[in-house]
C-alpha cells in the first residue's frame, strides 16, 4: 500500500506560498490549452492501441514526474507527497448517456498499463454504478474526457475543494488546424499545491512526451 512521505517546513521553498494559499487566499486556477499531438495520432493510426488509454498514461507519467502534483494532506492537515499516483477516468454508457468511473494502477511501461487499462473502457461500458470497481484509492487524479466537442476553456466550479490537492485533467476532441492535430487540454489546480509555472512545465512535457511517441507507443 503507497503512504505518502510528509514534507518538512523547515526546508520546503513552497511553505509559505502553500500557507497562503490554504488559509489567507484559498484558490484554485485552471488552464486551458491546445496539445500538438501531430506525432502521437500518426502513430496511433499504425498502432492497435486505444487513444483514450495513451492519452491517460501520458497524463499519468508527466504528473508522476513532479512532486506538486502528487501533494496530498496527512489526518493532521499537514502537507505530504504520494510515492506514486494513479489515473482515474471516465467510461461514457452510451445507452444511459451517463458515465462511471474506473481507475487504473500506474505502470511506467506504456504496454503494461495499456493492458490492464484497456479492458476497463469495455468491461465498463455499460456500468450503471458510478463506480464499478469501488472508490479510487485516495493517491488517484482525475481525467475526464469529452471526444465529442472541441473546446478552448473549459472550468470546475467545485464546492468546497480546499482540500483537494490533485489536479483536475479534462480531454476534449482532437482538432485538425492545417498540417497540426491539436487536443484541447483543461488543467484544475490548486493554487496551494502549485503555481503556473509548475503548471506550464507540466504541459510541457505532456507536449514533449506526446511529440516522441516511439520511445514508448
Same mark, same amino acid.
Given at each position: 500500500?503507497?503512504?505518502?512521505?510528509?514534507?518538512?517546513?523547515?526546508?520546503?521553498?513552497?511553505?509559505?506560498?502553500?500557507?497562503?494559499?490554504?488559509?489567507?487566499?484559498?484558490?484554485?486556477?485552471?488552464?486551458?490549452?491546445?496539445?500538438?499531438?501531430?506525432?502521437?495520432?500518426?502513430?496511433?493510426?499504425?498502432?492497435?492501441?486505444?487513444?483514450?488509454?495513451?492519452?491517460?498514461?501520458?497524463?499519468?507519467?508527466?504528473?508522476?514526474?513532479?512532486?506538486?502534483?502528487?501533494?496530498?494532506?496527512?489526518?493532521?492537515?499537514?502537507?505530504? $507527497?504520494?510515492?506514486?499516483?494513479?489515473? *482515474? !477516468? @471516465?467510461? /461514457? &454508457?452510451?445507452?444511459?448517456?451517463?458515465?462511471?468511473?474506473?481507475? %487504473?494502477?500506474?505502470?511506467?511501461?506504456?504496454?503494461?498499463?495499456?493492458?490492464?487499462?484497456?479492458?476497463?473502457?469495455?468491461?465498463?461500458?455499460?456500468?450503471?454504478?458510478?463506480?464499478?470497481?469501488?472508490?479510487?484509492?485516495?493517491?488517484?487524479?482525475? $481525467?475526464?474526457?469529452?471526444?465529442?466537442? *472541441? !473546446? @478552448?476553456? /473549459? &472550468?470546475?466550479?467545485?464546492?468546497?475543494?480546499?482540500?483537494?490537492? %490533485?489536479?483536475?485533467?479534462?480531454?476534449?476532441?482532437?482538432?485538425?488546424?492545417?498540417?497540426?492535430?491539436?487536443?484541447?487540454?483543461?488543467?484544475?489546480?490548486?493554487?496551494?499545491?502549485?503555481?503556473?509555472?509548475?503548471?506550464?512545465?507540466?504541459?510541457?512535457?505532456?507536449?514533449?512526451?506526446?511529440?516522441?511517441?516511439?520511445?514508448?507507443?
Amino acid at each position: 500500500m503507497d503512504v505518502p512521505t510528509p514534507i518538512d517546513p523547515d526546508t520546503w521553498p513552497r511553505r509559505e506560498h502553500f500557507a497562503h494559499y490554504r488559509r489567507r487566499v484559498p484558490c484554485t486556477y485552471s488552464m486551458t490549452v491546445e496539445v500538438d499531438v501531430t506525432a502521437f495520432t500518426a502513430a496511433l493510426r499504425r498502432s492497435p492501441r486505444k487513444s483514450y488509454v495513451a492519452q491517460v498514461w501520458a497524463l499519468a507519467t508527466v504528473v508522476n514526474r513532479h512532486e506538486e502534483f502528487r501533494l496530498c494532506l496527512t489526518e493532521s492537515g499537514d502537507p505530504a $507527497v504520494w510515492p506514486v499516483v494513479h489515473p *482515474a !477516468f @471516465t467510461v /461514457f &454508457n452510451a445507452e444511459r448517456e451517463t458515465f462511471a468511473c474506473v481507475w %487504473a494502477p500506474y505502470d511506467a511501461d506504456f504496454g503494461a498499463f495499456h493492458d490492464a487499462a484497456a479492458p476497463l473502457l469495455a468491461e465498463h461500458a455499460g456500468a450503471t454504478s458510478f463506480f464499478p470497481q469501488g472508490p479510487p484509492p485516495p493517491n488517484a487524479f482525475d $481525467v475526464s474526457s469529452l471526444p465529442w466537442r *472541441a !473546446f @478552448t476553456g /473549459f &472550468n470546475l466550479n467545485i464546492r468546497d475543494p480546499y482540500d483537494h490537492l %490533485a489536479p483536475i485533467f479534462t480531454l476534449g476532441r482532437y482538432v485538425s488546424r492545417g498540417d497540426r492535430v491539436l487536443l484541447p487540454l483543461a488543467v484544475q489546480v490548486h493554487h496551494a499545491a502549485a503555481d503556473g509555472f509548475h503548471t506550464a512545465r507540466l504541459i510541457n512535457d505532456l507536449e514533449a512526451l506526446l511529440a516522441n511517441p516511439a520511445d514508448w507507443l
